[in-house]
Each structure stands twice: as C-alpha cells, then as structure tokens.
C-alpha cells in the first residue's frame, strides 16, 4: 500500500458525460500528479500540482480539468466525454515539487469505462 | 524531447533464475532520475528501484539490481531469484527537470514454475 488514495476504483459512464476522479496523497505529500494508462497511449502524464498551484501539463485535452484543495487531497474532472476516454487514471504524489529525494507513489488507478 | 524506450515486450524465466529488462533512454539534461516500476495484474504500479544519474553506483533493492550505464543512456534491471510474484509488467521511467515521469512502453514478464 503507498498510501495514496483514489475513489472511485471503477467508473462505468456514457458518452458525453463528466465524471470526477479523487486523489488524496502520502500523508506529508505535496506535489500531486495525474497520469492516464490506455492500450494506445501507454502510461502519460496529464498534469501536476504543488501545494494547490498547478505546475506543469502533459498531453491533457481542454475537456479534462484538475484542481488541488488546501486540504491537498486533488479532483480530476473529465467532461463531454468520449469512448476513447476510457482509460485507467492514475494519481501520484511526492514530498516535493523538484528535489533529489523525490519520488512519486503511485495510487491504485481509477479504471473508467466510457460507453 | 526525452524518450524512453524498452525493446522487449515479453520476456520468460525459470523460477529462481535471473533475467535482465533493458532499457534504453534519450535526454540532454544532466540532472535526472531513472525508475523501475512493477505493475502486476491488479494494475496497482509499485516502485521496484531508483537510480539517480549523478551517482555512479548501481541501484540495489534486495534481489533487484540495476546497471545503469550513463554514457550508452543505458538502464537495465535484473531480477535475480525469480519468484512466481515477479511475474508483472515492468516499466522504465525518466524523471528530468519538469519531474514528470516519461515511461517506456513497458515488458511484460512471465516466470515460469
């Protein structure tokens, strides 16, 4: 177990729908990070957050949104979606933005299927 | 760009024997970090080992070692006394300035009994 959080595991929705997906971090962590596993796709990062600000953006699509909370739990929002969505998400946190001690741990992924 | 690349798809080994999961990487920063990641089939990704590129010395964690040869932007990793819970997916991963990680596609290991 890392200690990192995600809820909902599994997420069934249709087309054109929004979901949100939840993270909460290591207790300590700062840094959340969102990354999405497809068949096509592999495994990419979508976005990050330190300390409630955004840091940096991946290959994230408009329809997709995230945001970090002061209790530094995060919230991926997926809007008007499509069947190509359908991935496993996954949330990571580490202790800081950039430092040479920073690891990401990993959560155990929310699988959204996308009908 | 940065790239990470892991030209095994699948692999097999013996149960207690040693197998070695290549990979190979590009970037032109020099300052980074190269990881191991192990998914087995609940999906959960689980860090095996870390190496950071400013230390000559070779990552071992147990029976998990890695040779990471800088100049060839090398990273392999060997599993030595293959157990039957081995058997996963193993991704390389790259972490430079942005820290994101960038993953190869990944190899997956089976370990025969």
């Known amino acids: 177990d890392s200690g990192v959080t995600q809820t909902p595991k599994h997420l069934i929705t249709a087309t054109g729908q929004r979901v949100t997906l939840r993270c909460s971090p290591r207790?300590?962590?700062?840094?959340v990070y969102w990354y999405q596993q497809s068949l096509d796709q592999g495994l990419q990062f979508l976005i990050q957050?330190?300390?409630?600000?955004?840091?940096a953006k991946g290959n994230i699509l408009e329809r997709f949104s995230a945001q970090q909370f002061p209790d530094l739990h995060s919230e991926l929002n997926l809007s008007s979606l499509e069947l190509g969505d359908s991935a496993l998400y996954f949330c990571?946190?580490?202790?800081?933005?950039?430092?040479?001690?920073?690891?990401?741990?990993f959560g155990p992924g929310t699988r959204l299927t996308v009908l | 760009a940065q790239t990470v690349t892991q030209s095994q798809p699948e692999m097999s080994v013996q149960e207690a024997e040693t197998v070695t999961l290549s990979c190979t990487y590009d970037?032109?920063?020099?300052?980074?970090?190269l990881f191991w990641y192990k998914q087995p089939p609940s999906r959960q990704m689980i860090l095996v080992i870390r190496?950071?590129?400013?230390?000559?010395q070779n990552a071992t964690e147990n029976r998990f070692s890695v040779n990471f040869q800088k100049a060839a932007k090398s990273f392999s990793l060997k599993i030595s006394d293959s157990q039957l819970g081995d058997a996963a997916m193993y991704f390389c991963?790259?972490?430079?300035?942005?820290?994101?990680?960038?993953f190869g596609t990944g190899t997956l290991l089976a370990v025969q009994p």
């Open positions: 990571a946190s580490s202790e800081q933005f950039r430092g040479r001690t920073d690891t990401q741990y």
């Open positions: 207790s300590g962590d700062l840094s």
């Open positions: 957050y330190y300390n409630g600000e955004e840091r």
């Open positions: 970037t032109s920063e020099s300052d980074y970090y």
């Open positions: 190496q950071e590129a400013y230390k000559q």
């Open positions: 991963a790259l972490r430079g300035a942005t820290n994101k990680l960038i």
